[in-house]
């Protein structure tokens, strides 16, 4: 191992926390509350400065903090995972965690070529280190253990920084047990309610849909993900009889529709075009989607500098067909973003392109980055998937961790070998296999850093 891979983790003494809460219990402010707890955790490792140039360092602080009382009730709020940039020889070393779940079909092999990515970045960049932990948690896990994940896995993914994902689903396991029991609970537990899709068609591309370019396809949808129509509410009775009957309702709450619509407006108001397209289907779903018409005009009240549109899912479907050049930010609820999503990847070139973010925008927790496409039980172990939305959504991964200029690197070298059109996999018309696709876009990657 080398010195300068070394990373530790510093826990700060009990005795240290008994000080901090006569501090914290006067603050009112989380940041405060960082200030004090970033001085103590200098105060402590100070004495260690002069070995600064051999190792890189990582803390993580985590002080379960009584707060004042506000309203007559205690309040505790526990400050995750605060990582420590120390600053060596006059650059900055930034260092993320981030667990690995390859998944099942395609997914590890799509995996391989994403970290890959990752290497190369640590390695042209020289600043940056991902310590990438790998979960066997897949549907084979499931054949083994009668469970998707361990009892505490959610436990265990909390303290990452950061959740890649590869894909999930394999034949001898319903797909409603390889979702509800791994994806679902992640993006619900981590308040990842933001399933952020781009709709972009790459250079080197072309639409199959005639006379569309790429000015014309270029949008991103927002997607509401953690309640709507895939709520877990509902039930079924009198099964194996003539009156057996289903029921699954849909959760719109208040709270979750103003937050998924402001980030959209708010995403809105950084893009070009300052426009804003909501989906809804209010002409027949006669509560939710009148609800969810309302929040999304409130809301565009706040933001007079955005045109607002709202369209029936079923016309919205048919405009990504023939009039795609209008959308910018496109918000949707649960199920007709993943239906609006889906589309938009095949007019782009397919699902084998398509990347997509589940993010917690508070950063409470970690967000998770994976391709939309499945696990294509079909060609798994022929070597031939395309690891292009495995990749992109690393992209996507690098604009959440406020580092646009890496993103831009790996977005572009995609788009480079694209171009070039040496290296393509089967779906794109190519003869190039998964590994031979990664290596290219990972070699370009260090044409762009060099």
């Known amino acids: 191992m080398n010195a300068t891979d070394f990373s530790i983790g510093i826990c700060v003494p009990e005795f240290m926390n008994a000080a901090l809460c006569v501090y914290k219990i006067v603050l009112f402010d989380k940041v405060l509350q960082r200030f004090v707890a970033t001085l103590c955790f200098i105060c402590l490792v100070w004495p260690f400065y002069p070995f600064f140039h051999l190792v890189e360092w990582k803390a993580f602080l985590a002080f379960d903090t009584i707060l004042s009382f506000w309203h007559g009730t205690c309040k505790i709020f526990r400050v995750n995972c605060l990582n420590i940039s120390v600053i060596i020889g006059g650059s900055r070393l930034l260092h993320y965690s981030i667990a690995v ?29 991902f310590a990438c932990d790998e979960k066997p948690w897949n549907c084979e896990y499931y054949l083994k253990n009668g469970r998707m994940m361990p009892e505490n896995g959610l436990d265990v993914l909390k303290d990452y920084d950061l959740i890649l994902l590869g894909a999930i689903g394999a034949p001898g396991v319903p797909d409603h047990i390889s979702v509800w029991e791994l994806i679902l609970p992640i993006r619900r537990a981590f308040q990842q309610y933001v399933n952020l899709r781009p709709v972009k068609l790459l250079r080197g591309l072309e639409s199959p849909l005639r006379y569309k370019g790429h000015d014309d396809l270029d949008f991103v949808v927002v997607r509401e993900n953690t309640e709507g129509e895939y709520s877990n509410m509902g039930g079924r009775m009198h099964q194996g009889t003539p009156f057996e009957m289903a029921v699954q309702n849909n959760v719109f709450t208040r709270y979750g529709t103003e937050r998924i ?55 919205l479907a048919a405009y990504f067909i023939t009039r795609p050049e209008e959308f910018d930010v496109v918000v949707a609820s649960n199920l007709f973003g993943d239906i609006l999503t889906d589309l938009g990847a095949a007019v782009v070139g397919g699902l084998g ?17 994976e391709p939309i496409h499945g696990s294509a039980p079909d060609i798994a172990g022929k070597g031939i998937a395309n690891p292009i939305a495995q990749i992109w959504s690393l992209s996507m991964m690098m604009d959440h961790l406020g580092l646009p200029e890496i993103g831009k690197v790996i977005l572009d070298s995609i788009e480079q ?27 370009q990657i260090y044409k762009a850093t060099r």
């Open 101 to 129: 779940i390859p998944g099942d079909g395609i997914g590890p092999e799509v995996m391989n070529e994403g970290l890959k990515v990752l290497k190369a970045i640590e390695e042209s960049h020289g600043g940056i280190r």
């Open 261 to 315: 619509i402001k980030y959209a407006y708010n995403l809105a108001e950084k893009r070009p075009k300052k426009r804003l397209t909501a989906a809804t289907k209010s002409n027949g779903i006669n509560h939710s989607m009148p609800f969810w018409d309302e929040i999304v005009k409130e809301v565009g009240r706040e933001h007079a500098g955005i045109e607002t549109n709202l369209y029936h899912i079923d016309a």
């Open 353 to 369: 392109l398509a990347p997509s973010a589940n993010i917690n925008p508070e950063r409470e927790f970690p967000s998770m980055f």
């Open 417 to 443: 070998v694209l171009i070039d059109g040496k290296v393509q996999t089967p779906d794109l018309g190519g003869k190039a296999t998964t590994k031979e696709l990664g290596d290219e876009i990972v070699s």
